[in-house]
């Protein structure tokens, strides 16, 4: 039976290239993304064409609800869900003289928020340990 994996943030950049390289470890791969759905088809492509298994699916990993349905969507889809990769993360550059709290508030709610929300879902899900450890990249 073939193991599935889930990775936020995976359309591009280090997602992408973890996404892959799960898919040549014969890993069914759910590519998660928030907003660039083709370069999320463009992953899933990638895999796909190379005889692996993937998924595209969108979900904004600081909405409690998206994150959910990405959780599902995957089980509905694989089965069951073995590894997950919290690789969604934002890096908004701006002088702190501006005062751009906006920006700042929106840095802390995907890469903290999201990242608490993600390894919260995995837990509720089952399969994975109470202890369940941050791996980010």
């Known amino acids: 039976?073939?193991?599935?994996?889930?990775?936020?943030?995976?359309?591009?950049?280090?997602?992408r290239t973890i996404a892959r390289r799960l898919a040549a470890d014969e890993f069914a791969?759910?590519?998660?993304?928030?907003?660039?759905a083709a370069n999320a088809d463009k992953v899933v492509n990638e895999i796909t064409s190379a005889g692996g298994h993937a998924l595209a699916i969108q979900a904004?990993?600081?909405?409690?609800?998206d994150?959910?349905?990405?959780?599902?969507?995957?089980?509905?889809?694989?089965?069951?869900?073995?590894v997950?990769?919290?690789?969604?993360?934002i890096m908004r550059l701006s002088p702190i003289?501006?005062?751009?709290v906006e920006g700042f508030d929106k840095v802390i709610a995907t890469n903290l928020r999201g990242?608490?929300?993600v390894?919260?879902?995995?837990?509720?899900?089952?399969?994975?340990a109470q202890e369940a450890r941050i791996a980010r990249t």
């Open 1 to 15: 039976m073939r193991k599935t994996a889930i990775l936020t943030g995976a359309s591009r950049g280090i997602g």
């Open 29 to 36: 791969v759910v590519v998660n993304y928030a907003g660039y």
């Open 60 to 65: 904004d990993v600081t909405n409690p609800e």
């Open 67 to 82: 994150v959910k349905q990405l959780f599902e969507k995957t089980i509905n889809a694989f089965g069951q869900i073995e």
């Open 84 to 89: 997950f990769v919290n690789n969604a993360g």
């Open 97 to 100: 003289a501006k005062g751009d």
């Open 115 to 117: 990242t608490f929300l």
């Open 119 to 128: 390894l919260s879902q995995a837990v509720q899900c089952g399969g994975f």
